[in-house]
């Protein structure tokens, strides 16, 4: 059974920073990919950004020059360093993993950010 553990998160001023970590543990081998979305209630989820196991990124285009999605030091974890942020950052923030390339099949729990004066 693969587990997804977030940590990071928080509140944050605009124009500050945090970096969230996730690790996957019962996975057999590599995961397609990992990333994270975010989610707030009422509006739809929006995919924040993507890490391949080739090492390909996506982001999206609200998050573009300001987030830096990067693997940590073990197999299977992801780091999403979040900079300059702005109140529209304030979400959710759900860590994925997926074995192909449709879909999400694990996520973890969420971990609030959020971004206020």
């Known amino acids: 059974q693969v587990e997804l553990v977030e940590s990071g998160g928080g509140s944050v001023q605009p124009g500050g920073s945090l970096r969230l970590s996730c690790a996957a543990s019962?996975?057999?081998?590599?995961?397609?990919?990992m990333g994270w979305y975010r989610q707030v209630p009422g509006f739809q989820q929006e995919l924040v950004a993507t890490l391949g196991s080739g090492g390909n990124t996506y982001y999206a285009d609200s998050v573009k020059d300001r987030f830096t999605i990067s693997s940590g030091d073990a197999p299977n974890t992801v780091i999403l360093q979040m900079n300059n942020l702005k109140p529209e950052d304030t979400a959710v923030y759900h860590c994925?993993?997926?074995?192909?390339?449709?879909?999400?099949?694990?996520w973890s729990q969420g971990t609030q950010v959020t971004v206020s004066a």
């Open positions: 019962g996975a057999s081998g590599l995961l397609y990919s």
């Open positions: 994925f993993g997926a074995k192909g390339a449709v879909g999400y099949n694990y």
